[in-house]
């Protein structure tokens, strides 16, 4: 064992029953899991250490001590004394280890109301974690500054009405289009809710006759040019929708 002088040593042990998981750190990601095992097995490096608090807490590194105990390997860890689970939160934003999946749970599991209302939206509409973002920040996209707020544990959901009527919009053109929930087609979708003139009901009748017109798209950009070709259809010159700058 260890004593609280020895606190920044490097111990060793094959006692996997004394270390506890940290309730609301993330979850075990199989393909984290597959590639550290395969790396460890190729050439396993002792000192290199999991973090612990002093109630044998993980920190850091819970993939490492899975990886390790499945194999039957020595642990190698470091104590550090009064850390908590935000420390582990800050670690990996900052070391970019956790998904926004990861984040949203951990979050959640501290009951941080935003984010439980972020994971009552998810669960119910099913869109990845950046669309949700999006519709629940009322942006058309949500990468840099969105996704960095929520990793902060600072996102703010802006209009929880406007962004379930905007979800419910989208997935209503599924019977149409089978990439409802790709980010292209939802990042266009919510170029189009802000852009004036446009009208769900009147894109949905001109998509009904030529929905072989919508593919599944990379890129934003070349959805919108399709829904813009598509709505603009048989409509005066003065009255087109401009979504992108080709007209």
């Known amino acids: 064992m260890f004593t609280k002088t020895k606190t920044q040593e490097i111990h060793f042990t094959k006692d996997y029953g004394m270390f506890k998981l940290l309730k609301g750190n993330r979850d075990k990601n199989q393909n984290n899991y597959r590639k550290l095992k395969k790396s460890i097995m190729q050439k396993y490096i002792k000192e290199s250490p999991i973090l612990v608090n002093e109630h044998m807490e993980i920190i850091d590194g819970q993939h490492r001590y899975w990886v390790l105990k499945d194999l039957g390997y020595e642990i190698s860890y470091v104590i550090g004394e009064g850390l908590t689970k935000k420390d582990a939160q800050l670690l990996n934003i900052a070391g970019s280890n956790w998904s926004?999946?990861?984040f949203l749970k951990s979050y959640t599991d501290d009951g941080i109301k935003e984010y439980t209302k972020v994971t009552g939206f998810f669960k119910t509409y099913n869109f990845k974690i950046i669309e949700t973002l999006a519709l629940l920040s009322s942006k058309d996209h949500a990468t840099?500054?969105?996704a960095d707020n929520f990793r902060n544990g600072d996102f703010v959901i802006v209009n929880l009405e406007l962004a379930e009527k905007?979800?419910?919009d989208i997935l209503s053109f599924k019977e149409l289009y089978k990439g409802v929930r790709r980010r292209s087609f939802v990042f266009a979708m919510l170029t189009c809710f802000k852009t004036e003139g446009f009208d769900v009901e009147t894109?949905?009748?001109?998509?009904s006759y030529q929905s072989e017109k919508l593919k599944e798209y990379a890129r934003t950009q070349d959805c919108l040019l399709a829904i813009q070709s598509i709505y603009n259809y048989n409509t005066a010159r003065s009255k087109k929708l401009r979504l992108v700058n080709d007209l």
């Open 166 to 168: 905007n979800a419910k």
């Open 144 to 146: 840099g500054s969105v």
């Open 203 to 207: 894109f949905r009748s001109k998509l």
């Open 100 to 102: 926004l999946y990861d």
